[in-house]
């Protein structure tokens, strides 16, 4: 892949209020930092319709923002036919949701679906649970996880870049 080729990187969970912002306001920052912003197109989405149009939830921009990741652009939406053509990699947050996400998957498209957390060095073959229902340690430990395997999605960009 050429370095003035854009690597398409969507983030998706149940709602896009929760996990997948939370990976898409810390993987912006990650390429940001890296110098990296305008080779990779950025976003989140949710396999179900209950928070389209919404913020973040309010717990998820907290913490995120103790951590120096702002989430207030982000807008709730929901996986599109359109972005298995517009994306290279969909990464699920749970198996759940990767299990919708192959069953609503063009045929050929197949290979760009995969779990978030195979990036993880510290996560590998786990999920990102769902914190919605808990309290705000369940956002902390998600953010973790989700510093975690940014770091080795973005080495990945960079391979890909190379």
Do not use: W
Not at 47 to 68: C, E, F, L, M, N
Not at 95 to 105: F, P, T
């Amino acid at each position: 892949m050429s370095k003035t080729t854009r690597i398409g990187v969507l983030m998706v969970c149940m709602g896009n209020i929760c996990r997948s912002p939370t990976a898409e306001g810390v993987f912006r920052q990650r390429l940001r930092e890296a110098g990296l912003e305008d080779a990779v197109r950025l976003d989140s989405a949710g396999t179900h319709s209950y928070h389209i149009g919404k913020s973040p939830d309010s717990r998820a921009s907290q913490v995120a923002a103790r951590r120096g990741y702002d989430l207030s652009d982000l807008v709730g939406r929901q996986v599109s036919p359109t972005d298995f053509d517009e994306f290279d990699l969909i990464l699920a947050m749970d198996h759940d949701n990767l299990a919708n996400l192959k069953r609503i998957c063009p045929r050929g498209q197949e290979h760009k679906l995969r779990l978030f957390l195979s990036f993880s060095s510290r996560y590998t073959g786990q999920e990102v649970p769902d914190p919605y229902y808990g309290g705000a340690q369940g956002f902390d430990h998600v953010l973790d996880m989700v510093e975690d395997a940014a770091e080795g999605l973005l080495d990945e960009i960079r391979r890909r870049q190379a």
